[in-house]
Nanobody, 127 residues
Framework: QVQLVESGGGLVQAGGSLRLSCAASGDTFSTTAMGWFRQPPRKGREFVAG????????RYLDTVKGRFTISRDSAKKSVYLQMNNLEPEDTAVYYC????????????????????WGQGTQVTVSS
């Protein structure tokens, strides 16, 4: 069982930055692949970024490449999403997600791949 708690959302002007954090419980973080998803107003949830269990492999939604960076800190059992040059279109509830895997190089970008989800944190970007 893994519990995820996100933090770091808020209101920011276009062009600004935010850093989301996700703290994971449990003692097997080293075998847990992580991802960030978001749900814009009146739309479905979409993949934003993912990171492999080991070796720091990452994948991003095309529209955030070059602006967002996902990273993980095993000692703190946390994953982060650094978001720079934010745009109004980035406004959404952002969710952290986790899954257990021994495929250490794999990055997962489908909602159905993930077993555990955080409660979400709101990010609002004003124009």
């Amino acid at each position: 069982q893994v519990q995820l708690v996100e933090s770091g959302g808020g209101l920011v002007q276009a062009g600004g930055s935010l850093r989301l954090s996700c703290a994971a419980s449990g003692d097997t973080f080293s075998t847990t692949a992580m991802g960030w998803f978001r749900q814009p107003p009146r739309k479905g949830r979409e993949f934003v970024a993912g990171i492999s269990t080991r070796y720091e492999r990452t994948r991003y939604l095309d529209t955030v490449k070059g602006r967002f960076t996902i990273s993980r800190d095993s000692a703190k059992k946390s994953v982060y999403l650094q978001m720079n040059n934010l745009e109004p279109e980035d406004t959404a509830v952002y969710y952290c997600a986790a899954l257990k895997t021994v495929a250490y190089y794999s990055v997962y970008d489908q909602e159905t791949d993930y077993d555990w989800w955080g409660q979400g944190t709101q990010v609002t970007v004003s124009s």
